[in-house]
RNA sequence: GGUCUCAUCGUCUAGCCUGGCCUAGGACACAGGCUUUUCAAGCCUGGUACACGGGUUCGAAUCCCGUUGAGACCGCCA
């Protein structure tokens, strides 16, 4: 009997009793065939927070059953990208024991009574099932070429009728002559499929456009499963009870739902979620914005901004707020608040998100992030030194990388043009006695008394007596070298007498 | 071409289910201003949207129908 018998137009209501009911199970399902999408993180996202909201368990299964396609590397990257981001998984691989290359090992290594999580290592479970279908006679073998099914499509295509496969070797009961089974393909029965997604409502489809669909692969060494069988297997004896996934899973559903009811599983809730959009709006793609997730976080962007704001894409709180941490979004998350229409990814407001984390943060967890990458770049710098720097810098870093182009000068004064010291139309040897003015005071100023306050009270007769902008100007810039820089107080403070010093009389040198 | 899905400011969205509180709210971006030695931040102000057409109703962004547009899918990938 399908369990999504008793759904409900209204979606709140549905979730409400099935938790009464049943405890959620979840599954996130990647392929680890390329770097990490951030589309899959989002789906991930989205039905972790899900488990969390209910107290349900998150599986995490690897769908590898592409053995040429997939790379221990990328199933490396799913968890790696996966633990950054805060999602971790109640099921699943165990991602330490993922590294140890004895595949044993590896194969023993999970947590949660329904493994292995690997689709490579759940064959002889899908074998049973094969099986089944097979002495049922609800699948058949497919003698097709490759060749002849792509001049089948081709003919449909140009007769513009429905592609699907024409059912060819569906009746036959002896093997062609001189032909090896190619694959294994399940019965499509005339019917009308429909489901209720909590998303989106009643979706039918009428199977009569579906061709009979393709479940295994047929090798020399027995068979590899195909996706639309290997999911519903999986699904079914992982006890999933809700599959929230991407709206492109949409016409997959009915196929899964025709080997669900042949093989007596429960239909599990569907939820199709929004894709995430190009600016063109097709579905999000590395032509226009970066779609590796761990790439975000080698740019300098925080799990949490990145949560934060894929969350927001496709879903929003009942509140407005701006800002919610992953706490926050587990106790408000709930799928009737999800988007129907897709969302376009907005690099520039991910930025600002992301900025607002940064602010956020105290001086002492930035240096700790901090670190790492100024290792990595070989730059050695005193804690307590990091920390001034960024005290004074943070308010214009919008990513954590933003430090090394706004802070380069602290560490080397950049060669300069000797008119960057000129403030407006004031001459170059008014700006020269400006600067050896105020080096001249500051040379006076005790060491000890080289606070931002303490300068600025040494240097008000100064800037009173010729202008704030004829001292500041070109002080700040002899000790930035750049247009563009914190204040000349916070810059002395940070750099030090006797740095702030050498500074300021090679900016004077410069105005001959 | 077929099937399915979707449609509120440029973008993310609130509101839609349960019609009136919507002369449609917030955020990003943009423009102007304040502050200011610069940049950034911050604060203030501003412009811009219910795709279109029909219905239902005293009343529609909200309900119904159609049109148009956009997207997804149509693999021995997942």
Same mark, same amino acid.
């Given at each position: 009997?399908?369990?999504? #018998? ?13 938790? @009464? ?14 770097? +990490? ?5 989002? @789906?991930?996202?989205? #039905? ?6 209910? $107290? ?11 053995? /040429? ?32 290359? %004895? ?19 759940? +064959? ?47 009746? +036959? ?6 032909? %090896? !089974? ?24 009428? *199977? ?15 068979? *590899? ?25 949409? !016409? ?66 009942? /509140? ?25 990814? #907005? ?6 998100? #992301? ?14 992030? =901090? ?11 005193? @804690? ?27 560490? %080397? ?32 100023? $005790?060491? *000890? ?37 914190? *204040? ?6 940070? =750099?030090?007498? /006797? ?11 410069? +105005?001959?």
């Amino acid at each position: 009997m399908s369990i999504a #018998n008793n759904s409900h137009k209204i979606k709140g209501i549905i979730m409400k009793k099935d938790t @009464t009911t049943k405890q959620v199970r979840v599954r996130m399902a990647p392929s680890p065939t390329g770097p +990490l999408h951030l589309g899959t993180a989002r @789906t991930a996202l989205f #039905n972790w927070l899900y488990a969390r909201h209910f $107290d349900g368990v998150f599986v995490l299964r690897i769908e590898d059953t592409d053995l /040429e396609r997939s790379d221990t590397r990328y199933e490396q990257e799913i968890f790696d990208g996966f633990k950054w981001l805060g999602i971790d998984w109640d099921e699943g691989p165990i991602a330490e024991a993922a590294q140890i290359q %004895n595949s044993e090992f590896r194969i023993q290594n999970f947590k949660g009574a329904y493994g292995p999580y690997r689709q490579s290592e759940r +064959l002889d479970i899908y074998e049973k099932y094969l099986n089944q279908l097979l002495e049922e006679k609800k699948a058949y073998y497919c003698y097709c070429s490759k060749e002849e099914l792509d001049s089948e499509r081709k003919s449909q295509l140009s007769k513009g009728i429905q592609l699907k496969y024409s059912g060819k070797c569906r009746d +036959l009961v002896l093997a062609p002559e001189g032909k %090896n !089974p190619e694959i294994i393909r399940f019965k499509v029965e005339d019917k009308i499929i429909e489901f209720d997604d909590l998303i989106r409502g009643k979706i039918s489809f009428d *199977s009569k456009l579906i061709g009979d669909i393709a479940i295994a692969k047929v090798l020399p060494t027995g068979f *590899s499963p195909l996706y639309n069988f290997a999911v519903t297997v999986d699904d079914a004896t992982m006890e999933i009870t809700h599959v929230i996934r991407g709206e492109d899973h949409i !016409p997959n559903t009915p196929k899964q739902i025709l080997i669900q009811e042949a093989l007596g599983f429960d239909i599990p809730y569907f939820a199709h979620l929004p894709l995430i959009l190009s600016p063109d709006r097709s579905k999000l793609s590395k032509r226009y914005v970066e779609t590796s997730l761990l790439k975000y976080r080698d740019l300098g962007y925080f799990p949490q901004a990145i949560a934060n704001f894929i969350a927001y894409l496709g879903w929003h709180p009942k /509140e407005e707020k701006d800002i919610m941490t992953l706490q926050e979004l587990v106790s408000e998350f709930d799928i009737d608040r999800v988007q129907k229409a897709g969302a376009i990814f #907005n690099e520039e407001k991910l930025t600002w998100l #992301n900025a607002k984390y940064l602010n956020n943060f105290s001086d002492d967890d930035l240096v700790q992030l =901090l670190v790492p990458r100024l290792i990595e770049k070989g730059i050695k710098i005193a @804690t307590g030194n990091l920390k001034r720097i960024l005290h004074v810098e943070k308010g214009r870093m919008k990513t954590l990388n933003d430090f090394f182009e706004l802070a380069d000068f602290f560490f %080397n004064l950049p060669e300069y043009a000797s008119e960057l010291l000129i403030w407006k139309n004031v001459p170059k040897e008014k700006i020269k006695e400006n600067l050896v003015k105020i080096s001249e005071i500051l040379k006076k100023q $005790d060491n *000890s008394l080289f606070s931002v306050s303490d300068l600025e009270i040494a240097l008000t007769p100064l800037t009173k007596e010729a202008g704030k902008g004829e001292i500041l100007w070109p002080m700040r810039a002899a000790l930035s070298g750049k247009r563009e820089s914190p *204040s000349p107080y916070e810059i002395a403070e940070v =750099l030090g007498k /006797e740095e702030t010093v050498r500074r300021l009389e090679i900016g004077a040198k410069k +105005l001959l």
